[in-house]
């Protein structure tokens, strides 16, 4: 059974910054692939950020130079880093990691997901 836990959302004023936490806990093996996807209301789950277990990073346009996406692997932990925030990040976020677990004799693949995190950007 794995876990994926958002921390750090919350109400910030428009160019305030926040930085979300993703702890990943449970019978872990390693970890792939993680991102941080967000939900503004009436509109589709989108992919802001994602990283490598090897550190490379991609940010949607919208964020680049604002958002800095890290990892640190030894705490199975996930960050998001997030400066200048606008209005229109104003979103539920949710972490997301590719999780290999194993059994006795196995090593099993999953995608694992958070319960998200508010983030309201708002005077």
């Known amino acids: 059974q794995v876990q994926l836990v958002e921390s750090g959302g919350g109400l910030v004023q428009p160019g305030g910054s926040l930085r979300l936490s993703c702890a990943a806990s449970?019978?872990?093996?390693?970890?792939?692939?993680m991102g941080w996807y967000r939900q503004a209301p009436g509109k589709q789950r989108e992919l802001v950020a994602a990283?490598?277990?090897?550190?490379?990073?991609n940010l949607v346009d919208s964020v680049k130079g604002r958002f800095t996406i890290s990892r640190d692997n030894a705490k199975n932990t996930m960050y998001l880093q997030m400066n200048s925030l606008k209005p229109e990040d104003t979103a539920v976020y949710y972490c997301n990691a590719a999780v290999v677990t194993a059994t006795h004799d196995q090593f099993i693949h999953g995608d694992y997901w958070g319960q998200g995190t508010q983030v309201t950007v708002s005077s």
């Open positions: 449970g019978s872990i093996f390693s970890i792939n692939a």
């Open positions: 990283i490598t277990r090897g550190g490379s990073t």
